[in-house]
């Protein structure tokens, strides 16, 4: 298999990380004899600091022309600390999805049972835990139109969906429900918002269409609630962008950090795969920075965007097999106890490709 992939480091972590998630590719490729071609582009503030765009023409263009894309993170600490700022790192992300059509997050919190003591929650309500997001990307508060008074006291954002919007992704999140357990929770604020009634009555009538599928409505304060409380309630959870944002960053503690996850952004082309983790300024080039969320993410893209699940599979069970042999990054380790083998961005990545090596010699001579 030949693929054009593009990668797209951003801000903070990014690079940091990015350099292992596309390591991984490299190594899947050289196994199993693909051909992955590389290239790189700018986006969020390291794009406004040389162009003066968030997004730039030249990256878009390759973004197009690419099979798929590997990104790292976005974001500074520059512009959380000047909100007057017109131009800024986000508008980039927002406006690559819109570009691309990229209409569905899927985010899935994937538990190793290794790190079952590295959330704040505790493990027996924890084990068992597999969930799917499926959060909708180009509607919403994101996309609304926004106004500020003249007197600079007033401000609003609209929230906005069409039908189709909420169609496309419920079409999405029940055919992968029929996969798994065939059980779809959709999560909204119809007792308030008119946006939420709207979804709610659209996701009702095509639950219609897939009867083999259980199907429940659940308002966004009682699913933060139950995602803590328990967890094992859910596998397929559909939702808006704005409620969608914020479970799914509630749901890194599940898995124990925000380091651990892995996303995809996908419509009908071009897939957008990251780790939903931020440009974390405060430890950029410290190599403290958690890889395997782009390692994952680089699975995910594997197995969504080229449909390669024999190699998506091995590449995670290679993160499972590096964690239950104790290593650990900063974010993931008990500081506690002595148990496990802290390392750094740059060990836990080569130490993933090593035991990828291993793994597959393993598997051979079995």
């Given at each position: 298999?030949?693929?054009?992939?593009?990668?797209?480091?951003?801000?903070?972590?990014?690079?940091?990380?990015?350099?292992?998630?596309?390591?991984?590719?490299?190594?899947?490729?050289?196994?199993?004899?693909?051909?992955?071609?590389?290239?790189?582009?700018?986006?969020?503030?390291?794009?406004?600091?040389v162009t003066g765009e968030p997004l730039p023409d030249e990256t878009l263009e390759k973004a197009r022309k690419?099979?798929?894309?590997?990104?790292?993170?976005?974001?500074?600490?520059?512009?959380?600390?000047?909100?007057?700022?017109?131009?800024?790192?986000?508008?980039?992300?927002?406006?690559?999805?819109?570009?691309?059509?990229?209409?569905?997050?899927?985010?899935?919190?994937?538990?190793?049972?290794?790190?079952?003591?590295?959330?704040?929650?505790?493990?027996?309500?924890?084990?068992?835990?597999?969930?799917?997001f499926f959060r909708e990307l180009t509607g919403d508060v994101y996309f609304g139109e926004k106004t500020r008074?003249?007197?600079?006291?007033?401000?609003?954002?609209?929230?906005?969906?069409?039908?189709?919007?909420?169609?496309?992704?419920?079409?999405?999140?029940?055919?992968?429900?029929?996969?798994?357990?065939?059980?779809?929770?959709?999560?909204?604020?119809?007792?308030?918002?008119?946006?939420?009634?709207?979804?709610?009555?659209?996701?009702?009538?095509?639950?219609?269409?897939?009867?083999?599928?259980?199907?429940?409505?659940?308002?966004?304060?009682?699913?933060?609630?139950?995602?803590?409380?328990?967890?094992?309630?859910?596998?397929?959870?559909?939702?808006?962008?704005?409620?969608?944002?914020?479970?799914?960053?509630?749901?890194?503690?599940?898995?124990?950090?925000?380091?651990?996850?892995?996303?995809?952004?996908?419509?009908e082309s071009t897939g957008f795969f990251e780790p939903i983790h931020g440009s974390a300024h405060d430890i950029?080039?410290?190599?403290?920075?958690?890889?395997?969320?782009?390692?994952?993410?680089?699975?995910?893209?594997?197995?969504?965007?080229?449909?390669?699940?024999?190699?998506?599979?091995?590449?995670?069970?290679?993160?499972?097999?590096?964690?239950?042999?104790?290593?650990?990054?900063?974010?993931?380790?008990?500081?506690?106890?002595?148990?496990?083998?802290?390392?750094?961005?740059?060990?836990?990545?080569?130490?993933?490709?090593?035991?990828?090596?291993?793994?597959?010699?393993?598997?051979?001579?079995?």
């Amino acid at each position: 298999m030949k693929k054009n992939i593009l990668v797209i480091p951003g801000d903070g972590i990014g690079p940091e990380v990015t350099t292992w998630g596309k390591a991984a590719l490299e190594k899947i490729a050289e196994i199993f004899g693909h051909e992955f071609v590389f290239d790189e582009a700018l986006m969020g503030h390291a794009a406004i600091e040389v162009t003066g765009e968030p997004l730039p023409d030249e990256t878009l263009e390759k973004a197009r022309k690419s099979d798929a894309i590997l990104f790292g993170a976005i974001g500074h600490a520059k512009y959380d600390n000047d909100p007057s700022l017109k131009v800024r790192p986000e508008q980039g992300l927002l406006k690559i999805r819109k570009e691309l059509g990229l209409f569905a997050n899927l985010r899935p919190i994937l538990l190793f049972d290794e790190l079952l003591q590295a959330s704040s929650i505790k493990p027996e309500i924890l084990r068992g835990t597999d969930i799917l997001f499926f959060r909708e990307l180009t509607g919403d508060v994101y996309f609304g139109e926004k106004t500020r008074s003249e007197d600079r006291n007033t401000a609003s954002d609209l929230m906005i969906y069409h039908r189709y919007e909420v169609e496309r992704i419920a079409h999405k999140a029940y055919q992968a429900a029929q996969q798994r357990s065939k059980r779809l929770c959709s999560v909204d604020k119809a007792n308030v918002l008119e946006s939420s009634r709207l979804w709610r009555e659209t996701v009702q009538e095509i639950a219609k269409q897939y009867p083999d599928v259980e199907t429940e409505h659940m308002f966004i304060d009682n699913a933060a609630m139950q995602l803590i409380k328990n967890p094992k309630k859910f596998d397929v959870v559909l939702t808006a962008n704005l409620f969608g944002d914020i479970l799914t960053d509630e749901a890194s503690q599940i898995a124990g950090s925000m380091g651990m996850l892995a996303s995809a952004s996908v419509g009908e082309s071009t897939g957008f795969f990251e780790p939903i983790h931020g440009s974390a300024h405060d430890i950029t080039g410290k190599d403290l920075a958690n890889p395997l969320a782009s390692i994952l993410s680089a699975a995910l893209m594997l197995e969504i965007g080229f449909g390669l699940k024999e190699e998506a599979k091995l590449l995670v069970d290679t993160v499972d097999a590096v964690l239950k042999e104790g290593f650990r990054t900063h974010d993931i380790a008990d500081q506690t106890t002595n148990r496990f083998k802290v390392l750094g961005t740059a060990e836990m990545g080569k130490l993933v490709l090593k035991f990828l090596s291993q793994k597959l010699t393993a598997t051979t001579k079995a």
